[in-house]
C-alpha cells in the first residue's frame, strides 16, 4: 500500500510555470515507476507524463512535450512536475499516480496504476 498526496498546484498567467510534488508514504518509494495524468471538466482522464523507478527512463504526451519535465527523488520519496510555458489548456487537475514494477520501465496506461492521488488543481489564464 502506498500513499500519494500531491502539492503545488494554483492560478497562473499563461506562460508561467508551476512545479507540483507527488509525496509518497508507505512502502518502497523507489519499487514504483510514477505517472502523472490529468483531467479537465467535461474530458476523460489523460496521460501526461511517466519516470520509471530508477529516474533514468521518462516519457511525455505530446501535447506537454518541451514544456513539463518528469522527476523523482527517491531518497524524499517524491515526483515532481515541472510545468513551464503554461497554455489555458493546461488547465485541470493534475493526479499522480504508482505502479509497484519488477522492471525499470516507464507505465503509460492509466489502467496499469494501481495507486492513486486525489489530485491538486491548476488552472491557467489567458
Known amino acids: 500500500q502506498v500513499q500519494l498526496v500531491e502539492s503545488g498546484g494554483g492560478l497562473v498567467q499563461a506562460g508561467g510555470s508551476l512545479r507540483l510534488s507527488c509525496a509518497a508514504s508507505?512502502?518502497?518509494?523507489?519499487?514504483?515507476?510514477m505517472g502523472w495524468f490529468r483531467q479537465a471538466p467535461g474530458k476523460e482522464r489523460e496521460f501526461v507524463a511517466a519516470?520509471?523507478?530508477?529516474?533514468?527512463?521518462?516519457r511525455y504526451a505530446d501535447s506537454v512535450k518541451g514544456r513539463f519535465t518528469i522527476s523523482r527523488d527517491n531518497a524524499k520519496n517524491t515526483v515532481y512536475l515541472q510545468m513551464n510555458s503554461l497554455k489555458p489548456e493546461d488547465t485541470a487537475v493534475y493526479v499522480c499516480?504508482?505502479?509497484?514494477?519488477?522492471?525499470?520501465?516507464?507505465?503509460?496506461?492509466?489502467?496499469?496504476?494501481?495507486?492513486w492521488g486525489q489530485g491538486t488543481q491548476v488552472t491557467v489564464s489567458s
Open positions: 499516480a504508482a505502479d509497484p514494477q519488477s522492471f525499470n520501465i516507464v507505465v503509460v496506461s492509466p489502467t496499469r496504476y494501481d495507486y
Open positions: 508507505g512502502r518502497t518509494f523507489s519499487g514504483y515507476a
Open positions: 519516470i520509471s523507478k530508477s529516474g533514468g527512463s521518462t
